[in-house]
């Protein structure tokens, strides 16, 4: 069975960090394109970024470039999304999902998501 955990959210100050994996089980991460999502209340879900754990290409969204590392650690099976000078507006569930190619288009294979929150 394929599945997907995320962890690592919680309550945060703005200008503060957080580190959420993804970590996965039934398949490896490293055959998949793994992507990070956020939902936030009333607002669509919103692509933050994306790895190829085979070639280490990454993507971000513009609106967290520069403050987001994605990265995997293909022997732990595990995605971890860092997260350093968080906004309140980075407030969202966050979610990561697989596919089987490209950042772009559906995902396969979501996980359950993790809440962040960002407020003083």
């Known amino acids: 069975q394929l599945q997907l955990v995320e962890s690592g959210g919680g309550l945060v100050q703005p200008g503060g960090s957080l580190r959420l994996s993804c970590a996965a089980s039934?398949?490896?991460?490293?055959?998949?394109?793994i992507g990070w999502f956020r939902q936030a209340p009333g607002k669509e879900r919103e692509g933050v970024s994306c790895?190829?754990?085979?070639?280490?290409?990454?993507y971000y969204a513009d609106s967290v470039k520069g403050r987001f590392t994605i990265s995997s650690d293909n022997a732990k099976n595990t995605v971890y999304l860092q997260m350093n000078s968080l906004k309140p507006e980075d407030t969202a569930v966050y979610y990561c999902?697989?596919?089987?190619?490209?950042?772009?288009?559906?995902?396969?294979?979501w996980g359950q998501g993790t809440q962040v929150t960002v407020s003083s």
């Open positions: 039934g398949f490896r991460l490293d055959y998949y394109v």
């Open positions: 790895i190829s754990s085979s070639d280490g290409s990454t």
């Open positions: 999902a697989a596919k089987d190619y490209g950042c772009g288009g559906e995902y396969d294979y």
